[in-house]
């Protein structure tokens, strides 16, 4: 028998661009669709604040938190970053360092409950069009390294962690799961890894 569902819930979101839905209408984004698909399970959405931007890497997602008023703390917080380090070339032990930071402050704003954490895996985008003409297979290769740290440090923080890089892979063959820019997930896309999440994050919020 299901736990009674708890009457509302905050939402902090943090990211890069795939966080705040380049390319697609607000509705799309994955926050949006993972917040709506709760709702109508019965609980009720207090807040949802996403603090992302394309092209953010690791160190910019953190001073634009420092600049976000934000409460503290919030039943959900999820992490997805680390792209734009893997595309600028960054070393991956500074990805390391900062993500750890991130990941530190993210379980923070949860009021200090790791369980109350969900740290989302790189989309691989070396699969898309905008992709043409550079070494993809390098691209994928990278992409499986910073994952691997993200992936490593979310269990030794003890967050849950969810791989979405294989669903974004399919956008090989399948345009309809990217934007019309060629480069980000389309809203389809995004549905697919709220599927993934919500159960996820359903069992968070009726622990609360």
């Known amino acids: 028998m299901e736990k009674p569902l708890p009457g ?3 939402y902090l979101a943090l990211g890069d661009s795939y966080t705040i839905g380049q390319g697609v209408p ?10 709506d698909s709760i709702v109508k399970s019965g609980i009720l959405s207090d807040t949802l604040i996403i603090i992302a931007r394309t092209g953010w890497t690791t160190d910019e997602l953190s001073t634009g938190i420092d600049n976000t008023d934000i409460a503290p703390p919030y039943d959900l917080v999820t992490l997805l970053i680390g792209v734009n380090n893997q ?30 954490v969900v740290v989302l ?71 697919m890894w709220v599927d993934e999440l919500y159960p996820i994050v359903r069992n968070i919020l009726t622990e609360k």
């Open 8 to 10: 509302s819930f905050t």
């Open 121 to 191: 895996s790189i989309p691989d985008w070396g699969v898309t069009p905008f992709a043409d003409g550079r070494d993809r297979a390098k691209i994928a290769q990278e992409i499986d390294v910073f994952n691997q740290v993200n992936r490593q440090e979310s269990e030794k923080a003890g967050v849950a962690w969810l791989d979405v890089t294989e669903i974004s892979r399919l956008a090989a063959d399948r345009n309809d799961l990217l934007a019309p820019d060629g480069l980000h997930p389309s809203g389809i896309m995004y549905r």
């Open 26 to 35: 607000a509705q799309d984004r994955y926050p949006v669709q993972l917040r």
């Open 87 to 116: 595309y600028r070339g960054r070393p991956l032990e500074n990805y390391r360092e900062e993500f750890v930071e991130l990941l530190n402050r993210s379980i923070e704003f949860a009021g200090n409950d790791r369980g109350r």
